[in-house]
């Protein structure tokens, strides 16, 4: 039993439950690692997390936090004087811009990638890779803004943001072995290309995000699934 | 002197939600309240992303998304919180806050819709009334999570007077006293609070806005069935 009394029911393909894990690396916290099988989600996940059935769920002692981004809030604030700096800015301004930041990744960034990635025909692919490009092309101008010339979307300490989209290099990993191009364009966002090699880089999310050989025959699998559910669904009833 | 600018649009949910925290709060603030269809130069000048209402305008910093705005003043004026102190009950009320915003858009489509598709969106939005009914502790709190107006109950507000003016137009009722007792008290208790009460827009005209919106949806879907 760890002795913070943390377990996380995450799993290494998800970027969500890797943004809890980030959150307690920088924390320096213990915590017991239980990965679930989404297609036979354990009795605790559906009990934890009744309402979504999601991934992940931390919990701390009787107490089930849901949400990626509410759990890092949850942990930045317990644990506030853990590590060297806090992970959400201290002053209300620079939280909201965070927040409205994260919000706009996990809508736009997160839904042209995975609606890209797993299309099921040429053109939808094009139409989301295309929309993916205006996003980085957007989020590029943000990190400029909001690093000041540091490494991090949080200045010199890796914050919010970062722990957010940081997550999602794996998946952009995918994407490249999917489509041949690379994840960042080195003409058009080099300040994302040096930003995701300093993340990559950072103690504390090093061993984190899982290996991209790893993820994308798990991404194949998954797209075979979507596949087959597909033609399921398209298939005249009998 | 605090230079506080609020961009809304008098009939939206969404803008109705800044409102509120402000005047619970006490906070003086400039209102300009947006033409949708011919938005002012300021407006897409503070909100470039989504050219959208609401916006919050502090000392000259904008700040946009309904939530995120609650939260920025609940943080900045700490008076009449929204939030618990406690780490775990913010983590719940944060929840609950996102799960009505997420869901809250999925909620009016019963209102775009006619036909199988409205048949299919009325259930959807019972669905989610029956989720916040069950699960948010409405059974042992006067609101979502706490005795006091929070965060979620912000968030959900408009489902106290903007969606009886939707059911009231296309002849629906979700929250009876039998179906959703909580959420039926819960809908009293909100309106009964002093500072909503006084800062709803006047119902006559909210009806009069949503007919207007009921036949321009109408003619959309009746467009959509001639292709």
Redesign the interface.
């Known amino acids: 039993m760890a002795t913070n009394d943390l377990k996380l029911l995450g799993g290494w393909f998800s970027p969500f439950a890797c943004r809890v894990q980030i959150a307690l690396s920088i924390k320096g916290l213990d915590y017991e690692n239980i990965v679930e099988n989404l297609n036979l989600k354990s009795d605790l996940l559906l009990q934890s997390n ?2 979504y059935k999601k991934i992940p769920v931390l919990i ?1 002692g009787e ?1 089930t ?3 990626s981004a ?2 890092v ?2 942990i930045d ?2 644990w506030k004087n853990n590590g060297t700096s806090s992970i959400l800015p201290s002053n ?2 620079d ?3 965070a ?2 930041w994260v ?2 990744i996990d809508d736009k960034f997160f839904n042209s990638l995975r609606y890209g990635l797993f299309a099921q025909d040429d053109e939808s692919k094009k139409k989301y890779f295309e929309e993916l490009e205006e996003v980085l092309l ?1 989020l590029e101008e943000v990190f400029n803004e909001l690093s000041e010339g540091k490494e991090f979307f949080g200045g010199e300490n890796i914050g919010f943001i970062d722990v957010a989209f940081g997550c999602y290099l794996s998946w952009l990993r995918v994407k490249e072995k999917f489509t041949g191009t690379k994840k960042f364009d080195e003409a058009k966002n080099p300040g994302l290309v040096k930003w995701a090699e300093a993340f990559s880089a950072h103690p504390a999310v090093k061993g984190i995000l899982p290996e991209t050989d790893k993820l994308v025959e798990y991404a194949i699998a998954l797209a075979q699934r979507l596949a087959a559910a597909a033609a399921a669904d398209a298939a005249p009833p009998k | 002197m605090e230079d506080i600018k609020v961009f809304g649009l008098w009939s939206s949910p969404f803008s109705q939600r800044v409102v509120w925290t402000l005047k619970l709060k006490g906070v003086s603030y400039e209102y300009y309240d947006e033409d949708l269809a011919n938005k002012s130069n300021l407006l897409l000048q503070y909100n470039p992303i989504y050219k959208k209402v609401p916006v919050l305008v502090h000392n000259g910093k904008p700040i946009s998304e309904s939530m995120v705005i609650v939260q920025y003043i609940d943080e900045t004026w700490p008076q009449i919180p929204l939030l618990p102190q406690d780490a775990y009950e913010r983590a719940k009320a944060r929840f609950w806050s996102k799960f009505i915003e997420e869901k809250s858009m999925q909620m009016m489509e019963f209102f775009i819709y006619d036909g199988e598709r409205q048949e299919r969106a009325i259930k959807e939005t019972l669905d989610i009334l029956r989720v916040i009914e069950n699960e948010s502790g409405l059974s042992e709190k006067m609101f979502i999570c706490g005795n006091t107006i929070g965060l979620a109950d912000i968030a959900l507000g408009w489902v106290a007077h903007t969606l009886p003016v939707m059911e009231e137009i296309v002849g629906v009722k979700f929250i009876t006293i039998d179906a959703f007792p909580h959420l039926h008290s819960w809908v009293k208790n909100f309106l009964e609070i002093p500072v909503i009460k006084n800062n709803l827009p006047p119902h006559e005209k909210l009806v009069e806005y949503f007919r207007e919106r009921r036949k321009v949806f109408l003619a959309m879907a009746s467009h959509h069935h001639h292709h």
Do not use: D, G, L, N
Request: aromatic share 18%; charged share 25%; proline share 4%.
């Open positions: 009744p309402t701390h107490k936090i849901c949400e509410i759990i809030q949850y604030e317990v209300a301004y939280k909201a811009i927040r409205f919000s706009y957007k």
